[in-house]
């Protein structure tokens, strides 16, 4: 067996890496009798065929048809999540959590964005569970990746995100997988929640859907102002705004709309709030008079002396 030293982190680094900032990347479960891991995957998932994964994570596809009994407790993989504070890097996060700044690429990817941009204060991120798995014989990339991803053509995943270089596996060689499709069921998330308060995943994933959704629906908000229809435009951002901890940049977008809607409907009071608000979110935020209006410069003129 060849060492993988990027792809191999002991139990403990990888506990550091996922409970930092109260993430965790499993929560315990005890087989009860007759229960099967199919079973457990059901329950805690919603679908079966992620068996395969409770087998993997826990190391029981080495261990024979008797690995499992009444009373062995697993751990149940979920993904882990992190809310952006400013100054946070791609690298940065990637060696706290992922055991390696070069998996940053990786990272970024499975949160839709690129290495050269910040991530924005305030997004919360997914971060991928590692699954350690034993490679057999004829394994490769191209079967691994379709077997946990779902997609051959993800092969290069598995390589870059091992520093394989195009290496062809070895039986014995240990690679880690990086899984982001382990969405929890209600029943999971209320099995996870009530085993240990260090599953954030068992709560998180609301925020990232919601931030989701923002995304899909500013530019909507933003059609609702250029075609003059500032009620619809107030009543969409503060339903916008309702949906939860958003991220800065969406959340001077909001504002951003909303100061302009106010300021159409001489809304004077609420458009210095709307300002004052949009600033706070984007600090560099520019009162450029060729883009900016002179009542809306008026409105952040009276929000700004307000703080005085």
């Not at 899909?216 to 503060?238: F, Q, T």
Request: aromatic share 6%; glycine share 10%; charged share 25%.
């Amino acid at each position: 067996m060849r060492a993988r030293t990027l792809g191999i982190i002991g139990l403990g680094a990888l506990s550091v890496a996922v409970f930092h900032e109260a993430t965790a990347s499993a929560y315990p479960h005890v087989l009860m009798p007759n229960e099967t891991l199919a079973d457990v995957a059901s329950h805690a998932y919603g679908r079966v065929e992620l068996e395969q994964v409770l087998v993997a994570a826990n190391g029981l596809d080495l261990g024979g048809p008797g690995a499992v009994v009444a009373g062995t407790r697993i751990e149940v993989p979920v993904v882990g999540y992190h809310r952006v504070s400013p100054g946070d890097a791609w690298e940065d996060l990637a060696a706290r959590y992922l055991g390696d700044k070069r998996r940053s690429e990786i990272l970024a990817r499975v949160n839709e964005a690129m290495t050269w941009v910040p991530p924005a204060p305030g997004r919360e991120l997914v971060i991928p569970y590692n699954l350690r798995y034993v490679v057999k014989s004829g394994d490769s990339t191209l079967t691994i990746a379709y077997r946990f991803l779902g997609k051959r053509d993800d092969a290069w995943i598995i390589d870059r995100y091992n520093d394989l270089g195009g290496s062809p596996l070895e039986r014995g060689d240990v690679v880690l997988v990086p899984l982001t499709d382990l969405p929890l069921s209600d029943a999971g998330r209320e099995e996870a929640a009530a085993l240990t308060g260090l599953v954030r995943g068992a709560k998180a994933g609301p925020t990232h859907d919601a931030q989701g959704v923002v995304d899909v629906e500013l530019p909507e908000l933003s059609a609702r102002i250029r075609d003059g229809k500032w009620l619809e435009a107030i009543a969409k951002g503060n339903e916008l705004l309702g949906y939860g901890e958003l991220a800065d940049p969406q959340l001077a977008a909001i504002h951003r709309v909303l100061l302009e809607a106010y300021v159409a409907l001489d809304a004077g009071a609420l458009a210095s709030n709307a300002c004052a608000e949009w600033r706070r979110a984007d600090p560099d935020a520019e009162l450029d008079p060729v883009w900016i209006s002179p009542k809306m410069l008026k409105a952040c003129a009276d929000a700004a002396a307000s703080r005085r």
